[in-house]
């Protein structure tokens, strides 16, 4: 699993003991989304490129460093991406934002596509790609095939979890994409949920169920 990073960072893996918890509230589990995500954010950008600009400061004039290229694009997979997508907008405020609706069918687990808007020029800007659940793997790769037909050729996938056999079938169909997880689960169940997993991420940010 050479292309899976998981962040073991204790906070992160605090936060997701909570949110795993069925006890806890819709409003914690949406905010333990956000706080996990600026965590998260801070691991999936640290090797970022800097380029040194000159600014003043009140004292004097100096060099100081900033994000090199172009801004980075967030792509949220609808619905619980946006999840993420909040947190990670906090840190990086100027990035610009893909969203990809795209639901699974119960009967096939398949993703179908209901909605697609991303900015126009993906070439050459690294694109996160943000869905709290990794499970079969089909969305994600649905998505990541439909940014590659718009030009994205520098792509990472942000989860919180993920299932070896989503991570398996992902590493087949997108091999120069990198996976980031807070944790990788035992398996999934026949109906496509990871276990022992949270449930349905979207339910349990949105108290839908
Ligand atoms: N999507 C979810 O929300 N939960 C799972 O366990 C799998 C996919």
Partial sequence: MSNVTVLDHPLIQHKLTIMRNKETSIAGFRRLLREIAHLMCYEVTRDLELEM?????????MESPTI??????????????????????????????????????HETLEPVEYYFKAPADL????????????????????????????????????????????????????????????????????KGYIIPGLGDAGDRMYGTK
């Fill in 68 to 105: 090199k290229g172009k801004k980075l694009v967030f792509a949220s997979i609808l619905r619980a991406g946006n999840g993420l997508l909040d947190g990670m907008l906090d840190l990086v405020p100027a990035a610009r934002v893909a969203h990809i609706g795209l639901y699974r069918d």
């Fill in 53 to 61: 600009v000159p600014i003043e400061t009140p004292m004097t004039e």
């Fill in 123 to 190: 070439a050459n800007r690294l694109i996160i790609v943000v869905d709290p659940m990794l499970a079969t793997g089909n969305s994600a790769t649905a998505a990541i095939e439909k940014l590659k037909e718009r030009g994205a050729n520098n792509i990472r996938f942000l989860c919180l979890l993920a299932a070896p056999e989503g991570i398996k079938h992902f590493a087949e169909a997108q091999p120069d994409v990198p996976v980031y997880t807070a944790s990788i689960d035992t398996h999934l169940n026949e």
